[in-house]
């Protein structure tokens, strides 16, 4: 089966059909570094339960942008995996009913090339509609720019999971693998690289879009998927018509087509740029093979023979109404001033609508994108009102407007410079735009989001202090919501000049000692070897990772429990090294490298003064200037350094 060995990867690509034929794969041989995946059909291996495509054809009508994602769930997560061993038949820990990280990886290391060779299913032709059997301007994969990701393939943590290291000749040293019989959900997807700009193409549009096209998708053998077509911005563009045509052949070798316009549906999505979505639902019986499917939709600039004017609902803001913005850091910016979810009740339309603002002061304009934002770059005056109108794709216009005012109705600045412990004070400067606003200020890291503070911002300046409780150390932002009557609620995540860092602290490691022996080790009955427990926190609220140096052996097998810990040690190797008592280095490493040691002496249990044992602690900090214990620090790192040598 040449090449058959990525054919699964086609999850990710609508894969391997023309747009009148089907070639089924048929086995020539296995040579792993043969990769020719042309004729294959993903259902030949992958059986989905649903997937989902988005294509976008870019603004130079030549290249384009596939993402792909597929769900397999359960019992068809199993047949998935055991059709991808089968592949590996004649291969060590191939065929086995035993699916591998190797043979995982042996995928991803060729799938980019392997979905290169293979149909998108897409055609586009220019001129009037088309149907059948035409010279198409087929989309081809670029394999520079196929980016690829499976989720779940080898299933972590299942119950049967065992090690393939030593299993099988050839096999990694970390090969790990599990029952193809597993039912565990998997997904698969497809997208363009981050530093590619597509992954598809085809030979440019001579019209860029600007009159009459015909987009053709073969659906043959997709059994459940929902397919997004995305076209740039066409002053007028819309879709005429669609169908969907299933071809059968007749005894005779002719061809029979009959129109079915219940396998699936179209529908037209006018976005506010005025941009058009296509958005397809397909399906696909397999008891109807090899009956082949095809779509049809017609793109065209002709108006249509009537068209509606968009209309204002009521929920609309009045005349007056401030409109809160992030200027940025002057004229000339960009920024979003009004979200799709704000607006959505603002106006009807049959198809789409946005809103078209002329702007008084100079420098100032705006634009509706595809996510449906007003988009306002600032001029030269710190605000600007604007009259604005409703659009719609063909050009209406509503003849009612409303004018509004943009502007930044506050300002804000840290009262010190960072980097910050436990708070930060932020001042608000009221720009007089409102008379007053209602303040909530909270910083913010990725997901997490400090407690918020509440202040009331009148005609004169004010501060408050914004925790960073639950912020880890590292960089954050300042996130605040103003309300106010006559103003929009204004959301916003600021950036403030020198702001904001939260500060490490280091992590606070604690030894127990049995107060009544006045011991620290307890040991093990065969005297072999003895263990410790304490308490390891991080003050910053992350993880805590803990080892253990003792005759130049690192230990990491710690139970934890919380912010507890007990550690198992042997005096095996210190027995070897002639040793009668135990050095052992324990170190607290949080999640930015800090760390925090302590240093135990622990006595040999027939050595004299055997209860004499001694702790000393260190804690080092961001910079790697410990305080106190720099033999133990080093000692401390260089554990660390075997223990990654040894992962």
């Given at each position: 089966?040449?090449?058959?060995?990525?054919?699964?990867?086609?999850?990710?690509?609508?894969?391997?059909?023309?747009?009148?034929?089907?070639?089924?794969?048929?086995?020539?041989?296995?040579?792993?570094?043969?990769?020719?995946?042309?004729?294959?059909?993903?259902?030949?291996?992958?059986?989905?339960?649903?997937?989902?495509?988005?294509?976008?054809?870019?603004?130079?009508?030549?290249?384009?942008?596939?993402?792909?994602?597929?769900?397999?769930?359960?019992?068809?997560?199993?047949?998935?995996?055991?059709?991808?061993?089968?592949?590996?038949?004649?291969?060590?820990?191939?065929?086995?009913?035993?699916?591998?990280?190797?043979?995982?990886?042996?995928?991803?290391?060729?799938?980019?090339?392997?979905?290169?060779?293979?149909?998108?299913?897409?055609?586009?032709?220019?001129?009037?509609?088309?149907?059948?059997?035409?010279?198409?301007?087929?989309?081809?994969?670029?394999?520079?720019?196929?980016?690829?990701?499976?989720?779940?393939?080898?299933?972590?943590?299942?119950?049967?999971?065992?090690?393939?290291?030593?299993?099988?000749?050839?096999?990694?040293?970390?090969?790990?693998?599990?029952?193809?019989?597993?039912?565990?959900?998997?997904?698969?997807?497809?997208?363009?690289?981050?530093?590619?700009?597509?992954?598809?193409?085809?030979?440019?549009?001579?019209?860029?879009?600007?009159?009459?096209?015909?987009?053709?998708?073969?659906?043959?053998?997709?059994?459940?998927?929902?397919?997004?077509?995305?076209?740039?911005?066409?002053?007028?563009?819309?879709?005429?018509?669609?169908?969907?045509?299933?071809?059968?052949?007749?005894?005779?070798?002719?061809?029979?087509?009959?129109?079915?316009?219940?396998?699936?549906?179209?529908?037209?999505?006018?976005?506010?740029?005025?941009?058009?979505?296509?958005?397809?639902?397909?399906?696909?019986?397999?008891?109807?093979?090899?009956?082949?499917?095809?779509?049809?939709?017609?793109?065209?600039?002709?108006?249509?023979?009537?068209?509606?004017?968009?209309?204002?609902?009521?929920?609309?803001?009045?005349?007056?109404?401030?409109?809160?913005?992030?200027?940025?850091?002057?004229?000339?910016?960009?920024?979003?001033?009004?979200?799709?979810?704000?607006?959505?009740?603002?106006?009807?339309?049959?198809?789409?609508?946005?809103?078209?603002?002329?702007?008084?002061?100079?420098?100032?304009?705006?634009?509706?994108?595809?996510?449906?934002e007003l988009l306002v770059t600032t001029g030269n005056t710190e605000t600007s009102d604007a009259t604005?109108?409703?659009?719609?794709?063909?050009?209406?216009?509503?003849?009612?407007?409303?004018?509004?005012?943009?502007?930044?109705?506050?300002?804000?600045?840290?009262?010190?410079?960072?980097?910050?412990?436990?708070?930060?004070?932020?001042?608000?400067?009221?720009?007089?735009?409102?008379?007053?606003?209602?303040?909530?200020?909270?910083?913010?890291?990725?997901?997490?989001?400090?407690?918020?503070?509440?202040?009331?911002?009148?005609?004169?300046?004010?501060?408050?202090?914004?925790?960073?409780?639950?912020?880890?150390?590292?960089?954050?932002?300042?996130?605040?919501?103003?309300?106010?009557?006559?103003?929009?609620?204004?959301?916003?995540?600021?950036?403030?000049?020198?702001?904001?860092?939260?500060?490490?602290?280091?992590?606070?490691?604690?030894?127990?000692?049995?107060?009544?022996?006045?011991?620290?080790?307890?040991?093990?009955?065969?005297?072999?070897?003895?263990?410790?427990?304490?308490?390891?926190?991080?003050?910053?609220?992350?993880?805590?990772?803990?080892?253990a140096v003792m005759c130049d052996e690192t230990q990491t097998s710690f139970t934890t429990n919380g912010?507890?810990?007990?550690?198992?040690?042997?005096?095996?190797?210190?027995?070897?090294?002639?040793?009668?008592?135990?050095?052992?280095?324990?170190?607290?490493?949080?999640?930015?490298?800090?760390?925090?040691?302590?240093?135990?002496?622990?006595?040999?249990?027939?050595?004299?003064?055997?209860?004499?044992?001694?702790?000393?602690?260190?804690?080092?900090?961001?910079?790697?200037?410990?305080?106190?214990?720099?033999?133990?620090?080093?000692?401390?790192?260089?554990?660390?350094?075997?223990?990654?040598?040894?992962?």
């Open positions: 089966m040449k090449g058959r060995i990525s054919a699964f990867l086609l999850a990710a690509l609508m894969a391997t059909m023309s747009m009148t034929t089907t070639t089924m794969a048929e086995d020539s041989g296995r040579q792993m570094d043969d990769i020719d995946c042309s004729g294959y059909t993903f259902e030949d291996l992958f059986e989905y339960n649903n997937a989902v495509f988005e294509f976008q054809i870019l603004d130079d009508w030549a290249t384009s942008d596939l993402f792909a994602n597929s769900w397999v769930n359960e019992s068809r997560a199993a047949v998935v995996r055991d059709n991808l061993d089968s592949l590996f038949e004649g291969f060590p820990g191939g065929d086995n009913d035993w699916i591998s990280t190797d043979e995982r990886d042996a995928v991803r290391e060729i799938g980019a090339k392997c979905i290169a060779d293979m149909y998108t299913r897409i055609g586009i032709r220019e001129g009037m509609p088309h149907r059948g059997g035409v010279d198409w301007n087929d989309v081809e994969f670029v394999e520079d720019g196929i980016g690829l990701e499976e989720v779940n393939l080898i299933p972590d943590g299942h119950p049967e999971e065992r090690s393939c290291a030593g299993r099988y000749s050839l096999a990694s040293a970390d090969c790990r693998e599990v029952p193809t019989a597993a039912t565990n959900n998997l997904e698969i997807s497809m997208f363009t690289k981050s530093d590619e700009t597509h992954n598809t193409r085809f030979n440019k549009l001579a019209n860029s879009g600007e009159s009459d096209f015909t987009v053709a998708m073969n659906a043959t053998n997709v059994t459940s998927a929902t397919m997004v077509f995305t076209f740039p911005f066409v002053d007028g563009m819309r879709m005429a018509n669609w169908t969907i045509q299933d071809q059968t052949t007749l005894s005779d070798g002719t061809s029979n087509v009959v129109e079915n316009l219940n396998a699936g549906s179209i529908e037209e999505i006018f976005l506010p740029d005025g941009s058009v979505r296509v958005k397809m639902t397909i399906g696909y019986d397999k008891a109807d093979w090899p009956m082949i499917r095809n779509v049809f939709f017609d793109m065209t600039t002709s108006p249509p023979e009537t068209n509606d004017v968009p209309v204002w609902t009521s929920n609309e803001p009045v005349d007056g109404t401030i409109i809160p913005i992030l200027r940025g850091e002057g004229i000339g910016n960009e920024v979003v001033a009004i979200t799709d979810e704000t607006m959505a009740d603002w106006a009807l339309d049959n198809d789409a609508w946005g809103l078209d603002c002329e702007f008084a002061n100079g420098g100032w304009s705006s634009r509706m994108n595809s996510d449906g604005c109108h409703l659009v719609d794709p063909y050009g209406a216009m509503s003849n009612v407007s409303h004018t509004w005012r943009f502007g930044q109705p506050a300002v804000f600045d840290t009262v010190s410079n960072g980097p910050y412990t436990d708070s930060v004070e932020i001042k608000a400067t009221n720009a007089l735009m409102v008379e007053n606003m209602a303040l909530s200020i909270n910083a913010i890291q990725g997901g997490s989001s400090g407690v918020a503070t509440l202040v009331n911002l009148g005609s004169t300046s004010t501060s408050g202090s914004v925790s960073l409780s639950g912020i880890s150390p590292g960089d954050f932002n300042i996130h605040i919501i103003a309300t106010s009557p006559g103003m929009l609620d204004w959301h916003a995540e600021l950036d403030i000049y020198n702001c904001c860092e939260k500060k490490n602290t280091p992590p606070v490691l604690m030894v127990n000692m049995d107060e009544i022996e006045g011991t620290y080790a307890t040991w093990s009955p065969d005297q072999y070897s003895f263990s410790l427990s304490g308490t390891a926190i991080d003050p910053d609220g992350g993880s805590v990772q803990l080892s912010d507890n810990w007990d550690v198992t040690l042997s005096i095996a190797q210190c027995v070897a090294d002639g040793l009668t008592e135990y050095n052992v280095i324990i170190s607290a490493t949080d999640s930015v490298g800090a760390i925090a040691t302590a240093d135990i002496n622990v006595p040999g249990t027939f050595s004299e003064g055997n209860n004499d044992q001694t702790i000393t602690t260190d804690d080092e900090e961001e910079s790697g200037l410990p305080s106190i214990g720099i033999f133990a620090t080093v000692i401390s790192m260089l554990g660390a350094a075997v223990l990654l040598r040894r992962d």
